[in-house]
């Protein structure tokens, strides 16, 4: 500004002051203009660039809507649209430029694998134009959802899990907050080549580790004996630790585990065997008999199973059913394998599942799933050399 603008607007000012205090009416200075003021914001806006955000909906409790405002455990999943959830959430529009898409509205556990299978297909395509994908679920088999994500998913940006233990229409619900910070973790980038992770109650966990403990409580999802990868404390993304896989270079990071390579008819039918007390033979037998191609034993302690259950193993793993062992205490790591099984290492027997599941949709050998247990199932971490 030159010395007579400077002059001139020092002058207006005390003019301007002078007439207000005799009472007479002040000339307005002019103002900007609507246009000029739209090109503003607009400028600051391209400083400015979001993150841009796609939230993937499958429903569950979180699109749940209540009885009323109390009822807490009296509600109707998965009935609440996405869109308008999202457009419900104050402040999104400083964290991230959020767009939705309605895969689904139901319960976690009424989604088939080959519906899961179309879903990590469609967090891929979305990721292709997107910083990060957001996909809400149920909490009942959240875990698996995740998991299955978390082998197939090709993108190594940010795909993050979450749902809420209260529905959306009840006073104290978790729903909001969950979805909110799912957003902002996901356009954070912080879990970028971290794979899926699963976000609830200011928590993100590994989708390879994390279970549910409870039926109802909002701190329901843990890492047994591990604990979480990190916290949210509003605008704080704090990550402690990272997920062996977050560790690979870029180019071993991907599993085998490519679903564009193999169609829905391939993918294998794997159940899960529970052991107890005196545990008869009749799960495995049955399972056989319906088409399993691979079981899953929950055993007890260290994985062990039944005299009448080992008997029957036995038997299948001659007819080329391949069988996993894992613990069914909740946590602790498993060592048993042989001919036909394969050790689970610390994998829950949920996990394990999926792992056999997309193991035998991609192989019939053994000794290429037992390499793939020990690599892309592997949980534990390995520094370079220094």
């Known amino acids: 500004m030159n010395t007579w603008k400077s002059h001139t607007l020092k002058w207006i ?15 307005p200075l002019p103002r900007a203009s609507a246009a000029e003021s739209g090109a503003s914001a607009a400028n600051a ?3 400015k660039t979001l993150p841009k955000v796609q939230v993937i909906a499958t429903g569950g409790t979180l699109a749940g809507k209540s009885v009323d405002e109390t009822s807490f455990t009296n509600y109707k999943a998965g009935t609440l649209l996405i869109e308008d959830m999202v457009r419900a959430l104050p402040n999104k529009d400083k964290i991230a430029e959020v767009t939705t898409h309605q895969f689904g509205n139901s319960g976690s556990s009424a989604y088939t694998i080959q519906q899961l299978y179309d879903l990590s297909l469609k967090v891929d395509e ?3 134009n997107q910083d990060g994908v957001v996909v809400t679920s149920g909490t009942d088999t959240m875990e698996e959802i995740a998991y299955f994500l978390d082998l197939t998913v090709r993108s190594p940006k940010p795909v993050v899990v979450t749902g809420s233990m209260r529905p959306w229409t009840v006073i104290g619900s978790d729903a909001q907050a969950n979805l909110y910070n799912a957003i902002k973790l996901a356009a954070s980038g912080k879990t970028r080549y971290f794979g899926t992770v699963l976000m609830l109650n200011d928590e993100f966990h590994a989708a390879r580790e994390v279970t549910k403990t409870n039926s109802y409580r909002t701190d329901t999802f843990v ?6 990868l990190g916290y949210i404390d509003e605008n704080n993304i704090r990550v402690y630790r990272a997920p062996f896989r977050a560790l690979k270079a870029a180019k071993d990071w991907a599993t085998p585990f490519d679903l564009t390579k193999i169609t829905k008819n391939d993918l294998a039918k794997v159940e899960i065997a529970y052991s107890y007390q005196d545990a008869g033979p009749g799960a495995i037998s049955a399972f056989v008999a319906g088409g399993a191609k691979g079981i899953v034993t929950a055993g ?3 994985g062990g199973i039944s005299k009448s259950m080992s008997e029957e193993r036995a038997k299948a793993i001659e007819q080329g059913v391949v069988f996993v062992t894992t613990t069914r205490t909740g946590s602790g790591s498993n060592y048993s394998e042989g001919k036909g099984i394969i050790a689970g290492d610390n994998l829950n027997t949920q996990h394990a599942r999926m792992m056999l599941l997309l193991g035998l949709s991609f192989t019939k050998d053994f000794a290429t799933l037992q390499n793939w247990f020990d690599t892309y199932g592997y949980g534990q971490i390995e520094l370079p050399a220094k």
């Open 13 to 27: 000012l005390a003019a301007g002051l002078a007439f207000t205090a005799a009472g007479l009416p002040v000339i």
């Open 45 to 47: 806006q391209t400083a």
């Open 126 to 128: 979305a990721l292709k």
């Open 223 to 228: 890492t047994p004996q591990i604990g979480a």
């Open 300 to 302: 007890t302690g260290a």
